[in-house]
């Protein structure tokens, strides 16, 4: 599935904690990496640019700092890396840069840090990301810099990868870019579906037998688990090891982080335009609370409708 894989930098060492595992992808998969950078007018970034008159000579030698960063950074990898490894230095506002880049060359991935220390730190959560996430061009797996856990950093490599679906074939759509991944880092897949607790009682909070109440709870667990069940099957015909979870009286947000802490997860899927639970996944609070408080990886998909379906024919 992967044969490119793009990573946006901005020169900052925050931005490339996204190369490693980068790399580490594009090595395993045969793909080649491409490191993008976006030269914005110096006028941009300097406060006292604006009182003088625009000095093609000055914007040339911001332009070729940026170029020798990324010709320098691209020779260090070049050194150890298998695969191909190039850059690009395109002009431009740093959004439209980068969309058009992505909407040109057409990556099968994005690895991106979520916090950059110069332009990209408008860019997670920002215009940008949300609208190469809604386009559903391509995955985007989102790093974060210097996010621990037990003190240590995250390898570029995952082992143990969580699955949060709601039943919506919209929502299994992030299942291909989450095989693929598990299949290239021989990892472990957990399905997890949330039954909320308001979910639970609905159409039953007027049973005047309690009994009934919990007649009813269990069937709508008993249905969730027979739904990832079909679904880890499907995982396990493509040679993954796959399990199921479901979890009953959490939000969606406080479940996955909760199965991620416990099961030691590496990396966590999500998809968009699912229902139900999922609905607001990207850019909503239970989003941006998995993304921000997850201690590793996050890959956000937004598949376009007429895109594969895991079990389509």
């Given at each position: 599935?992967?044969?490119?894989?793009?990573?946006?930098?901005?020169?900052?060492?925050?931005?490339?904690?996204?190369?490693?595992?980068?790399?580490?992808?594009?090595?395993?998969?045969?793909?080649?990496?491409?490191?993008?950078?976006?030269?914005?007018?110096?006028?941009?970034?300097?406060?006292?640019?604006?009182?003088?008159?625009?000095e093609p000579t000055e914007d040339a030698k911001f332009r070729a700092k940026e170029q020798a960063y990324l010709d320098t950074t691209v020779k260090r990898l070049q050194t150890t890396a298998s695969i191909p490894v190039t850059s690009a230095l395109v002009d431009?506002?740093?959004?439209?840069?980068?969309?058009?880049?992505?909407?040109?060359?057409?990556?099968?991935?994005?690895?991106?840090?979520?916090?950059?220390?110069?332009?990209?730190?408008?860019?997670?959560?920002?215009?940008?990301?949300?609208?190469?996430?809604?386009?559903?061009?391509?995955?985007?797996?989102?790093?974060?810099?210097?996010?621990?856990?037990?003190?240590?950093?995250?390898?570029?490599?995952?082992?143990?990868?969580?699955?949060?679906?709601?039943?919506?074939?919209?929502?299994?759509?992030?299942?291909?870019?989450?095989?693929?991944?598990?299949?290239?880092?021989?990892?472990?897949?957990?399905?997890?579906?949330?039954?909320?607790?308001?979910?639970?009682?609905?159409?039953?909070?007027?049973?005047?037998?309690?009994?009934?109440?919990?007649?009813?709870?269990?069937?709508?667990?008993?249905?969730?688990?027979?739904?990832?069940?079909?679904?880890?099957?499907?995982?396990?015909?493509?040679?993954?090891?796959?399990?199921?979870?479901?979890?009953?009286?959490?939000?969606?947000?406080?479940?996955?982080?909760?199965?991620?802490?416990?099961?030691?997860?590496?990396?966590?899927?999500?998809?968009?335009?699912?229902?139900?639970?999922?609905?607001?996944?990207?850019?909503?609070?239970?989003?941006?609370?998995?993304?921000?408080?997850?201690?590793?990886?996050?890959?956000?998909?937004?598949?376009?409708?007429?895109?594969?379906?895991?079990?389509?024919?």
């Open positions: 599935m992967f044969r490119s894989i793009l990573v946006p930098l901005d020169g900052s060492e925050f931005a490339e904690e996204a190369i490693p595992l980068a790399l580490s992808i594009a090595t395993r998969a045969g793909a080649s990496l491409e490191l993008l950078r976006v030269h914005e007018l110096y006028a941009l970034h300097d406060p006292h640019a604006c009182w003088s008159p625009y431009g506002l740093i959004e439209d840069a980068i969309l058009e880049r992505v909407e040109t060359r057409l990556p099968d991935l994005i690895v991106m840090a979520t916090h950059g220390r110069g332009p990209l730190s408008r860019f997670c959560f920002g215009s940008v990301a949300e609208k190469l996430i809604l386009d559903g061009l391509a995955p985007i797996l989102l790093v974060h810099p210097g996010k621990t856990r037990n003190g240590q950093r995250p390898k570029p490599a995952f082992k143990r990868i969580l699955i949060p679906l709601d039943g919506s074939e919209l929502a299994e759509r992030v299942l291909k870019p989450a095989i693929a991944i598990g299949s290239l880092m021989g990892a472990d897949c957990t399905l997890i579906q949330t039954v909320g607790a308001s979910s639970l009682l609905d159409g039953f909070a007027t049973a005047a037998d309690p009994r009934a109440i919990e007649d009813g709870c269990e069937q709508r667990r008993a249905t969730a688990r027979a739904y990832l069940n079909r679904v880890a099957e499907r995982l396990r015909a493509e040679g993954l090891c796959a399990r199921t979870r479901v979890v009953s009286g959490k939000s969606p947000a406080v479940a996955v982080l909760d199965v991620a802490r416990g099961e030691d997860i590496n990396l966590i899927t999500l998809a968009m335009r699912g229902h139900g639970a999922l609905r607001r996944l990207i850019f909503g609070s239970v989003a941006e609370s998995i993304a921000w408080h997850s201690t590793g990886p996050v890959l956000v998909y937004c598949p376009r409708q007429n895109e594969y379906v895991l079990n389509e024919k």
